[in-house]
């Protein structure tokens, strides 16, 4: 078999796999010059003739969950412009996989992982899915990334609930810290290494590697005792509006570097580095209060987390840097759902 049509297959094969309704897939494709193509269609062959047509030069992305059906389809070799940008994460009503990025350790991730990196990365892997074991969790899919491995737990989590974004995080924070794997925690709208196409740092083709015979879906109350066990406890509170603004000690509390700018609407601190989902550019996360009223966050690099508002944002930094005291004669009103 040709590598051409061994890729064609492969492709297939992960759309059969991700996507086995057919519902509407959006297509990044990225070349190392930086244009950008993003199209959205049903069609499993489409897909594959579009990765084979590309060759190897561009890296090629697929969205992994599940879209709104009223989205309009469009060519894949669309502009950004005419599409109107990649689909946002409030569009996404259920999260189907969760991934686990368990990228090979090297010093520049800019370079190809070695043989030796990626086998070093097979083994983490396989203790992840050992330790998951023990929180009852199902047997994922296994792909070879072309740099790493890639876990994929199916999963039915519902994206308009508000723990959701906040057990994800979590669940990646989780693994970060214990197996080191990628600390970025991904949004609904994630997109996915198109399993078949090449990818072009190391010129590795990417594939699945293992399916399991039966593919259980992952559900939140297999998150939470995990979560819990690890002292990560889920608390929603109810909207903070207070005359006193103490967002300035709360980022330095948490550690975080910020820039305060002046806002006519209250206060504004601007941060090059997002703290939920390690993204680094200036600008590129924001937090507020506006004037006698309530607090904000929004980091703007989708899809990581797009969709993490204040609540999320606090909650994952009082889980790392310890409880903070925003109000002095208010006391908050707190709720355990663990």
């Not at 840097?321 to 709720?335: A, C, D, L, P």
Request: aromatic letters at 8%; a negative charge.
């Amino acid at each position: 078999m040709s590598a051409t049509s061994q890729g064609l297959m492969e492709v297939l094969k992960t759309l059969a796999v991700l996507h086995p309704d057919r519902d509407i897939v959006e297509v990044r494709t990225k070349w190392a010059s930086g244009g950008t193509m993003v199209g959205r269609t049903r069609s499993h062959e489409t897909i594959a003739e579009w990765a084979s047509f590309c060759g190897g030069e561009p890296s090629i992305f697929i969205t992994i969950n599940q879209l709104p059906p009223g989205l309009v389809e469009s060519p894949l070799n669309s502009s950004v412009f005419d599409v109107g940008g990649g689909v946002k994460n409030e569009y996404v009503s259920t999260i189907r996989w969760l991934v686990v990025d368990v990228d090979a350790r090297r010093e520049d991730s800019h370079k190809p992982a070695t043989e030796a990196q990626i086998a070093e990365a097979r083994g983490r892997a396989s203790a992840i899915i050992r330790w998951l074991d023990i929180y009852a969790f199902p047997k994922p899919v296994i792909a070879d990334s072309g740099n790493g491995v890639h876990l994929l737990y199916k999963a039915f989590l519902d994206n308009q609930s508000v723990t959701t974004p906040f057990l994800i995080r979590g669940f990646t924070k989780v693994l970060h810290e214990k197996f080191d794997t990628d600390k970025q925690s991904h949004g609904a709208s994630q997109v996915l290494r198109l399993y078949g196409a090449v990818n072009p740092k190391g010129g590795r083709m990417a594939a699945i590697t293992h399916i399991p015979e039966l593919l259980e879906e992952l559900r939140e109350d297999m998150l939470k005792p995990l979560l819990s066990a690890r002292g990560i406890l889920w608390k929603p509170r109810k909207k903070e509006k207070d005359s006193v603004d103490k967002l300035g000690e709360f980022l330095e509390h948490c550690g975080i570097d910020a820039e305060e700018c002046g806002d006519a609407q209250g206060s504004k601190y601007v941060m090059a580095e997002c703290p939920l989902c390690g993204y680094r550019k200036p600008g590129v996360a924001v937090a507020g209060k506006l004037a006698g009223g309530g607090y904000w966050f929004r980091c703007f690099h989708e899809p990581t987390c797009g969709g993490a508002r204040w609540p999320e944002f606090r909650e994952a930094m009082e889980a790392e840097h310890g409880k903070f005291e925003f109000f002095s004669t208010k006391k908050e009103i707190e709720v355990e759902d663990v």
